[in-house]
């Protein structure tokens, strides 16, 4: 629809179309309405000027005066020419040249009726059209005095012809029913105009409504966490939100797309969900970002055309759900643990420390205290490892730079555990990366690591650090490679289960509570390889542009 400038917006416009939703375009409609009506005003005075010009008027237009229907018509075509230019120009006010516009017509249309023999010539019939137009933009007052106006004007012309000109006293009742024909007919315009402004207004408020409702649901629909896609029945992208773009790493315009086109990925897991034909969640790789995503389809409507749905769940922000529910549970059990082991086992350690000052213990008594102390400790360490699983902080990730944090973290496990140049390496694929994780939680994992990785090595260099980005997705990641024997591969398998270990010496919870935190991070911990040439975990983190999942 054309928009009003604001200097064609008079201030002026009649009472009828204030208090409508949107006043502007009903004062829009009714100024080209106006014009509307002004040209037929000008296509009926040129045609009778036309016509009484050339001397073609009907036979019975012709009984009478015909130069007064010449300047008549002129008469009328140039004032109404003249009321265009006031109406393109939006000059005077539309009331005032409503107003303007009836009266020209009332008189013009009277005089023709004159020269043309009064009520029977037949221009009566274009004072009723004249009335009806002019109401269809008036309040009802106005068009009861408008018909008012055109039946004085008739019966005025009627009595004067009557008296002057010697018409039929028939004339009277020919001109009461003209007069009542402009009444009914303006109050009939008038009442239509009004339930059609109503109706207008009605509907442009709906309208605003769904407007407004549609805007709602786009965002909503763009701010979820979920991502939601929508297709059509030949399998187009019809709607794509933002968590969507961003699991799929879209990044450009795809309404319209084929999904395959879109995601091989997602086409894929549609097609097996069509042969299922059942609705369950299904994990798929993603294409974009090397992670995955759990994936839902439900169809819109039954029969042909219809559309599907998809969900999108991001799986690393639901596995990181259940992470903390885990964790909730843990905490209450840990606390239990605490209670009902640890003050025996400090009770049983105490007493072993006071036995063994005994001077009368011999050396097979010592042997069995030195076992009883050894493994009070290794139970104490595994309450205190999985205590720490359930008591610690929820991760607060921020994003930094790896390389000076690493930097800083290789320089302090050289020195703690007194390396020598050499022992450690570190190579950077790419120099500039920056990484989203919980700084205190990457140094507990990182040092589990390395710990493990310095108990098993056996060549310089002892320990080496690989950084990098991953592949399409360009996700982050370190890698700490050993220099051991590697292992086989039933035990790596089973290295991040809770208190599983290939030694005698370790809880078995280590690799487990460093998984645990990256999880924490929306970051991977996995065994990447494992050979005769050593082991290489690999730490994949979140992508650092990825908001963190709050708890």
Known sequence: MRRIRPSRVRSDAPSLFRGLPDRTIALERAWRALRYFNLYRLI???????????????????????KQILWTSVTYLALATVFHFYVERRAGGLALLRNAQVLLDIVALTFLMHASGGVAGGFGILLVIAIAGACLLASWRAAVAFAALSTFAVLGETFYGVLRYEYSVA?????????????????????????????????????????????????????????????????????????????????????????????????????????????????????????????????????????TLVFLEDAAETQQRAQQIK??????????????????????????????????????????????????????????????????????????????????????????????DGDVVCEWNDPDIIVRMDRSQLHQVLWNLCENALRYSQRAPLLRFVCGRHGQSQRPYVDIVDSGTGMADAVAEQIFEPFFTSGGGGTGLGLYIARELCEANQATLALAAHGADGCTFRILFAHPDRQQLSA
Not at 211 to 231: K, P, W, Y
């Open 327 to 420: 964790l909730a549970s843990l905490g209450r059990l840990t606390a239990s643990i605490a209670h009902e082991i640890r003050n025996p086992l400090g009770a049983i350690s105490h007493a072993g420390q006071l036995l063994s000052e005994s001077p009368d213990l011999g050396r097979e008594d010592r042997r069995l205290l030195e076992i009883i102390e050894e493994h009070s400790r290794r139970m104490n360490a595994i309450i205190k490892n999985v205590m720490m699983i359930g008591r610690r902080e929820l991760a607060v990730a921020e994003s930094f730079e790896l390389r000076p944090w690493l930097t800083s973290f290789i320089a302090e496990l050289v020195e703690r555990r007194a390396l020598a």
């Open 171 to 307: 004339s009277y009742t020919q001109a009461g029913l003209l007069g009542a024909a402009c009444f009914g007919t303006a109050i009939l315009a008038s009442w239509l105009a009004e339930q059609a402004r109503r109706s207008e207004a009605l509907a442009a408020a709906r309208a605003r409504d769904l407007q407004t409702m549609a805007e709602l649901n786009e965002h909503i629909v763009q701010r979820m966490r979920s991502g939601i896609v929508v297709l059509d029945d030949t399998l187009r992208v019809l709607l794509l939100n933002q968590a969507a773009e961003r699991m799929l790493g879209i990044t450009g315009e795809v309404d319209g797309q084929p999904l395959e086109t879109v995601s091989p990925a997602l086409n894929g897991a549609r097609h097996a969900w069509v042969a299922r034909s059942e609705n369950r969640k299904t994990p798929i790789e993603l294409d974009g970002r090397g992670g995955q995503a759990i994936v839902s389809f439900t169809n819109l409507g039954v029969g042909v055309g219809e559309n």
């Open 44 to 66: 009926i005075a040129g045609l009778f000027a036309v016509l009484s010009g050339f001397g073609r008027l009907p036979p019975n237009f012709t009984q009478f005066d015909e």
